[in-house]
Nanobody
Framework: VHLAESGGGLVQAGGSLRLSCTQS????????MAWFRQVPGKEREFLAA????????DYGDSVKGRFTISVSNTENTVYLQMNSLKPEDTAIYYC????????????WGQGTQVTVFS
């Protein structure tokens, strides 16, 4: 399984970005996709998770109401739409594949940098 993120960049506070994470390799039945972020020197932070089948999603408190996770099964891609961005959203963003209920994430992408300036 290979995960590849894209869509990061530089954006002004209040703006939006959409991150993409494309999966290649074998399909893992029952696994979920998630987005995390990490700032150097700080712990990795859970942002959102969703099943490949779609349906209900789960969000971290810091991004509820601003970020939306979605999937495209035809494209094997998971998206993270980020709105109302703040400077504190600056981080490296990673997608992962695993099982949310046991907090086990077996596969990770290489990360994409998001920088929000005021």
């Amino acid at each position: 399984v290979h995960l590849a993120e894209s869509g990061g960049g530089l954006v002004q506070a209040g703006g939006s970005l959409r991150l993409s994470c494309t999966q290649s390799g074998r399909t893992l039945i029952g696994y979920e996709m998630a987005w995390f972020r990490q700032v150097p020197g700080k712990e990795r932070e859970f942002l959102a998770a969703i099943r490949w089948s779609g349906g209900s999603s789960d969000y971290g408190d810091s991004v509820k109401g601003r970020f939306t996770i979605s999937v495209s099964n035809t494209e094997n891609t998971v998206y993270l739409q980020m709105n109302s961005l703040k400077p504190e959203d600056t981080a490296i963003y990673y997608c992962a594949q695993g099982i949310r209920r046991v907090n086990r994430w077996d596969y990770w992408g290489q990360g994409t940098q998001v920088t929000v300036f005021s």
